[in-house]
């Protein structure tokens, strides 16, 4: 039998399920040593291959798997230089493109599959490692299962002919906001407060849904998991899901990263939940800090997000990622604009992030030319500079203006200095004798500067000597990188 075949065979036994549909596409891309795991060098980044990688992405959906058309945005992707995306395993989709199928009528099966889902599925994890864009999946979203959702998902017993509103003790409505956390599908799991044990047979499912997903992707190398998006659940329900993935990992004898992503990241060091990721390096291999980027503006998010990350590598050094980047829209709960998606994602790379990947809109810039701007420059700016060879070095600007300039840098060797709308600022090169060649970046454009007849350009420099403080100062309005490397 191929080896395809006995794992279908295995899942169809482990979950009771008929009528699976085979994981075609279930196949080792790479060996397990050569999949995405902490740099060896530097385990606050990625390695993927052996060689160091910095995640960058910026997308039109999150449920990025469900797209007609989505060869042709991974190439549009691919194109600036990105190569991170978000996909949660969305349920929110219209009923034909629901995980479960759909009967005749017009009610779910939970005990069978909708082919087009999974198909859809399995291409995207194909596609996305042929082009090496990295994907970090999200197994669940409250959002899916609240509010009029609720109303259309296959899990509501009105619409499926696997259970009864009495069987698992679900209710027809749940209006509330998914963040009160009223919705008991995410208290399946024993000892948790709303548990019961009717919820035992909604956990059969739920473990068939991931075993399915499973299926697939761990076949593929290229694959983060996050249990949740932004969940306000208690920590028990993540990390059963984590455990259940691991164990699943590990039959098949593949390594994953798996973490879960906490909605009060914002509150940095007032939050409650996201604490619990600081000393939990086994459930929690890498942090998805993504929240920290709602909300937060300007100075504030600078030293919100410092302090998380501070915290992340204190004991157990990890990558940190963005899988959210807020900034558009104007959002009442704190997206702010396209300009601030922009600071943001500078903020986290230069701050010591991982991965930065721009919201999808209308909450952030997605692909739009802010976000190729941005990524484009950036990529430029790793060509000189690579991002897990500096840190934060924010005492050696001098005459700085509250969210004026911020920098990174290897003292004595390279210096990334990110100015987000102009401005000047002093930089201390005291202990950094030499000459450095300074190459200027336009972050709105993506592409590298030299000259220009316009007034303001005549200013750069394109050396300048070490020994001192320098005053370094931004060609013009906006924003602009300066990638200050000796000679």
């Not at 007609?68 to 949660?88: C, F, M, P, Q």
């Not at 349920?91 to 009967?103: A, T, Y």
């Not at 899901?241 to 992503?261: P, S």
């Not at 911020?406 to 201390?428: C, I, M, Q, R």
Request: proline fraction near 3%.
């Amino acid at each position: 039998m191929r080896k395809s075949g006995i794992i279908f065979v295995a899942m169809c036994t482990l979950f009771c399920l008929s009528n699976c549909v085979n994981a075609e596409n279930l196949k080792d891309q790479t060996s397990d040593k050569d999949r995405i795991r902490p740099y060896s060098k530097n385990p606050r980044y990625w390695q993927y291959k052996g060689k160091p990688v910095m995640l960058l992405g910026g997308s039109k959906t999150d449920h990025i798997f469900l797209l007609d058309d989505l060869k042709e945005h991974l190439d549009e992707i691919a194109s600036v230089g990105a190569n991170y995306v978000r996909n949660t395993m969305s349920q929110r989709e219209g009923q034909d493109l629901k995980p479960h199928k759909l009967l005749p009528d017009g009610k779910f099966n939970l005990d069978q599959w909708n082919e087009e889902y999974w198909k859809r599925f399995g291409n995207m994890l194909k596609w996305t490692a042929e082009r090496e864009i990295f994907v970090q999946i999200e197994v669940w979203d409250r959002f899916d299962y609240s509010t009029e959702r609720w109303e259309s998902s296959p899990w509501n017993p009105k619409n499926n002919v696997n259970y009864t509103y009495e069987q698992t003790g679900f209710a027809s409505k749940y209006p509330q906001h998914s963040g009160q956390d009223l919705q008991p599908f995410f208290h399946s799991i024993k000892g948790m407060a709303r548990y019961s044990k009717k919820l035992d047979l909604i956990r059969k499912y739920q473990e068939a849904f991931v075993g399915k997903m499973l299926s697939y992707s761990l076949g593929y190398g290229h694959v983060l998991y996050c249990m949740d998006n932004e969940t306000s659940t208690p920590a028990e329900w993540g990390k059963y899901w984590i455990e259940f993935i691991k164990a699943q990992a590990a039959e098949k004898g593949v390594t994953v990263c798996t973490t879960d992503m906490f909605d009060d990241t914002y509150l940095a060091e007032n939050a409650k939940n996201t604490s619990l990721i600081f000393n939990d390096a086994e459930h929690y291999m890498f942090a998805d800090i993504s929240q920290v980027n709602s909300r937060n503006y300007d100075e504030t998010h600078w030293e919100r997000l410092q302090w998380l990350l501070g915290q992340v590598n204190k004991t157990y050094p990890r990558p940190s990622n963005h899988t959210k980047i807020y900034g558009s829209g104007y959002k009442s709960f704190g997206t702010g604009g396209p300009e601030d998606g922009v600071e943001r994602f500078w903020r986290d790379i230069l701050g010591g992030s991982a991965s930065a990947r721009f919201h999808r809109p209308d909450s952030g810039n997605g692909l739009n030319d802010f976000a190729k701007g941005s990524i484009m420059a950036a990529r430029i700016l790793e060509g000189l500079i690579k991002f897990w060879d500096i840190t934060p070095q924010m005492g050696l600007l001098s005459s700085r203006e509250s969210n004026e300039a911020y920098l990174a840098a290897k003292p004595g060797e390279s210096y990334a200095l990110y100015f987000t709308n102009g401005g000047s600022v002093g930089l201390d090169l005291s202990g950094a004798k030499g000459t450095f060649d300074v190459t200027w970046i336009s972050v709105s454009m993506g592409v590298r500067v030299e000259t220009s007849a316009a007034g303001g350009y005549n200013l750069m420099k394109k050396t300048i000597e070490g020994g001192g403080v320098v005053t370094i100062s931004a060609p013009y309005k906006g924003g602009w990188v300066a990638a200050i490397v000796k000679q």
